[in-house]
């Protein structure tokens, strides 16, 4: 039984539990996890971006953009907690430089710390279901920008 003060609490609060009875059963599914806090961000853009250095052409070009558009997460992320994004993205940029795969962003001290010890961890599916999303979304756009070429 879900109560309210308003309808839109009510529908809100149905909302967000199933979203949590959705997340739950994903995760029962499938028990892979990855580091939280951008750490799983961070490795994408580093193997992206080490990818696309050995590439050539039109490829090149997509995949740094998509790399960084990886860091738009982190990014994001730093932004929220009020701290300075250009210093927590260098800082986590040099921490996996030097191995420290598992190093992502202390929303309590603003700083870069071992994820696993601070236990933050998510969801392979769900981030391989944001990361899907996200990459469709932006070929519906890119199709739309097209057509709407072709009309002029």
Do not use: W
């Not at 609060?13 to 979203?19: I, N, T, V």
């Not at 994903?26 to 992206?48: C, H, N, P, S, V």
């Not at 993205?89 to 191995?99: F, Q, S, Y």
């Amino acid at each position: 039984v879900i109560r309210g003060a308003t309808e839109q609490i009510i529908d809100e609060a149905e909302r967000s539990l199933h979203d949590v009875i959705c997340v739950l059963t994903t995760i029962i599914r499938d028990k892979r996890i990855i580091y939280g806090g951008g750490a799983a961000e961070l490795q994408m853009f580093t193997a992206i971006s080490d990818a696309a250095s050995n590439m050539t052409g039109k490829e090149t070009v997509a995949m740094e953009a998509y790399a960084k558009s990886l860091l738009q997460i982190p990014m994001a992320i730093s932004d929220n907690g009020g701290y300075d994004s250009s210093y927590i993205i260098t800082a986590l940029r040099a921490a996996h430089r030097n191995g420290e795969t598992s190093c992502g962003i202390d929303m309590v001290n603003g700083d870069i710390t071992d994820m696993n010890k601070l236990g933050v961890l998510e969801s392979f599916a769900v981030k391989r279901q944001i990361l899907f999303s996200a990459g469709e979304g932006t070929e519906v756009i890119l199709r739309v920008d097209n057509i709407m070429e072709g009309c002029s």
